[in-house]
């Protein structure tokens, strides 16, 4: 193992990252996550999944909780989080996950099997390796043919607070100290700073978060920061190829931001000048995630409208349903329905088709075709036109998803 390696293990051995309890990731469904690629997974084994750089499992243990016949390895080279992870998944009775001892810029004790692995995620890692580019050269050789790959590494304009408050605190600590004095020292660098009355928000949240927080954001020995072109020269570097952004309309400049002219000439750019444009004005996410796939698998195609009948869908996962109802004489009233897209705010849906087409998904959990919702749609008094239009409109927010014939499950 490399020296800084070594030391960057030694760093989040002292405190394990991320604090809290098993959360749910962005795209944390792996049949979701096939079905953006044409090619289908094979039929003669189980489902694979690699999360690559752990930690405490906090991803695998909520994906392997939720996918009970996917099989998940959790892989780190943080030996006390390894171990915290996998005395969670005996607590839990998980029988579906693993972890292992891993260093990512090597691959050195990885077990691949046999044709790869069907989803490899990679969440807030790759930017701390000495050189990303080769992790993520490693990693590609991983995965399947089919596969994808889910990526997040840290946005240099997300971050820019961040590093200025980095900055700050090594010009005023000594960083030759063990971590826990650093973070002491640190830590009152930051509460002077953060109670003057002119102390930007930024200093006031650094103030506030946990010691574990702090540490990774504050005093990290090794990072890189992205803009889009260096994210796009990342993953061409790896030898992948840029399948989409994990939640593309964040992507996307909005009316609020431009005016109608201007709005019209950003919709028609490429997703990585689009991209870049948000980024450039400040409008993007925080941190940069993206989906990627091998060269020669590409993006599989939405149905058009003359297809819709013969479609099979599934409600995606990653979206909650709100409604506001009322109970009177015999009857139910909804009053409102709201749609809740991974982390976006709630949503309140036009009352008439697209209410009509929310309602039915909001009850679905297995797969149904499109002229089973066609049908019964038409049949409460909806012309086919605007239950055509709805549809579009729920595959294009992905309210629903079409997965592979191969994964459908009746």
Known sequence: MEASTEAVREFYELF???????TLRIGFDIRYLMSLVRMERPTDRPI????????RGVGALACATLQPDVQVLGVDINRIALEEAQQEATRRGLNNVEFAEVDLSTLAGLDVPEGGFDVIMSSGVLHHLLDPAEGLRLLKGALAPHGVLALMVYSKSGRREILEISQAIDALVNKNQALPAQLADAREVVRVVSQKPNAPSAWKDAYRVDDVEFVDRYLHIQECVYDVPGLFKLIAQGGLSFLRWMDPPAWQAKSADLDSDLLQKARALSPMKSARLVDNLRLGPRIMEVYLCQPENRARPMPIPEGLAHAVFAVHPEVRFHTVQRNIWCATRIEVMSIERRNDEVTPVPPGPLTAIALVLRDQNEPFQGQSLISA????????????KAILHAIDQEWVYCPHAVDLVY
């Open 48 to 55: 694979r999944i690699l999360d690559a750089g752990c930690s």
């Open 377 to 388: 749609m038409v049949e409460e008094g909806h012309s086919p036109e605007s239950v055509t």
């Open 16 to 22: 394990p990252y991320p604090s809290g309890a098993p």
